[in-house]
Structure formats: C-alpha cells, structure tokens
C-alpha cells in the first residue's frame, strides 16, 4: 500500500502543477509592462514543478555569514533539474540556452519570468548575453548561471567560462558558488538525445529522489586580479567539493 500511497501524492502534485502551469501560460500572454509580480510566482510555480516530481531538495549551509543581498549564482550542472530547482530556493534570474524559449510550455514561462538566454554557439549573441546579465546586475537583479557552458555531465567539465567571472568584475556583486549532487546520479543526469519528458519520467521514477544543494561563502572581486585568476580560484574550489562530496 505504500506504493500506492506514494503515486497518489504524485498524482495530487501533478494536478496542482497542471492547475498552475495553465495559469502560468495564461498571465505569460500579457504586456511585459505588466507583469512585475510574475517572477516571484515563477518561484512558487518551480516549488510546485519540484513537489511534483518528487524531489526532496536538501539545503546545506556551509556559509558563516547570512547570503548578501544581491549575487551572481553559480553551479555545476548536471541535470536540466537545476532549471527549477535554483530559481525555487533563490531568487534569481537564470540564464538559459536559447532552445529552452521553445521547450513545451516551459519557454514562455522562463521568458515572462526574466530569464535571460543565449545562443552558445554564436560569438556575438555569447557577447550580448554578457552585456544583458551585467545590465541586469546593474538593475539590481540577481541572476544564476552555470560556468561550465551546459550539462556537462555528472562530473565537472574540464573548465569554467568566463562569463560569471567578467560579470562579477564589473558590477563589483559577489559570486555565490554552491555545488549541487543527486544521491541519483545516473537517473538526473542530462545525456545526449534525452528529451525534456523522458528526463522528467527518469526523475519521477528515480529510485532515490533526493538533490543536495550546498552552499558556501561568496566570492568577491576585490579578492582577485583578473578573470583568470578569478576562475581558476573558484573551479579549485569545485574540485574540492567534487571530491569531497562525490568521490
């Protein structure tokens, strides 16, 4: 009966999903002069997408102070999980590749809620995305991106890109590195050729659903000479994490 018990709660999640995503799709349609309350509603509307699929997000602290006020999130990335996960525990705007803005149903709702995207593989839409998340720093927003460039796997890519690096320098807003894992590893994990839906069924019948979100002191400019001392400095750090964490 436990099993049953358990896809009846899913089953009552996905509904107050489906119930919210419809309102989601439908506020999205108006003026986007209208719609400054939609990114805390964003929020709630990914807590929602997260109990659907029964996750069990883990916060874990490691910072000594409280967070600031304003920051540029950084992660590693290893699922598209992490497209909902960070934006229902921060408040920020996410920076996306542009194939999201035509995911099925999930585009429009990550544009009406200031996501901020780009064309990976284009040299000038790279350098006006750069240009966007400074301006939305200076704006005063709070924005998460991945350094890595995409999903790269379940294990660090071999780098950090520049971008958070070069945004942090120039608006002086400090990073905040937080390193993420899933205790399923080979079920949230992003592959080749996975489809949005099949990652999403993978996930719901996960074996163990639970993501850690570990959380450390910020990162301040000030500290470092040049973007590649920045970067450098700061993947160390994951390496550290990964191994203490996942190895």
């Known amino acids: 009966m436990l099993w049953l018990a358990k896809w009846l709660r899913l089953l009552i ?5 489906l119930c919210f995503t419809l309102l989601m799709m439908a506020l999205a349609r108006l003026p986007i002069a209208w719609l400054g309350f939609y990114p805390k509603l964003f929020q709630s509307w990914c807590r929602c997408f997260v109990r659907a699929l029964g996750v069990e997000l883990r916060l874990h602290q490691h910072h000594q102070a409280p967070l600031p006020r304003q920051y540029i999130l950084i992660a590693n990335h290893p699922s598209v999980f992490e497209d909902v996960g960070i934006p229902a525990f921060f408040p920020v705007r996410n920076l996306a590749k542009a194939e999201v803005r035509d995911w099925w149903f999930v585009g429009r709702i990550a544009e009406a809620a200031g996501t901020l995207f780009v064309r990976r593989e284009q040299k000038d839409a790279r350098q006006a995305a750069l240009q966007n998340m400074i301006s939305a720093v200076q704006a005063g927003y ?12 379940r294990r660090l890519w071999d780098k950090f890109l520049y971008g958070a690096f070069t945004v942090s320098l120039e608006t002086g807003v400090p990073i905040l590195p937080v390193f993420l894992h899933y205790e399923a590893q080979e079920a949230f994990e992003w592959g080749p050729n996975t489809t949005l839906l099949q990652k999403i069924w993978q996930i719901i019948c996960a074996p163990n659903k639970v993501a850690h979100y570990h959380i450390f002191d910020p990162l301040h400019a000030s500290q470092f000479k040049d ?3 920045y970067s450098r400095h700061t993947y160390a750090l994951y390496l550290a994490w990964q191994q203490r964490f996942l190895e």
């Open 13 to 17: 999640a996905g509904l107050d999903l």
């Open 142 to 153: 709070s924005i998460a991106l991945y350094p890595e460039g995409g999903c790269k796997g």
């Open 227 to 229: 973007k590649d001392e």
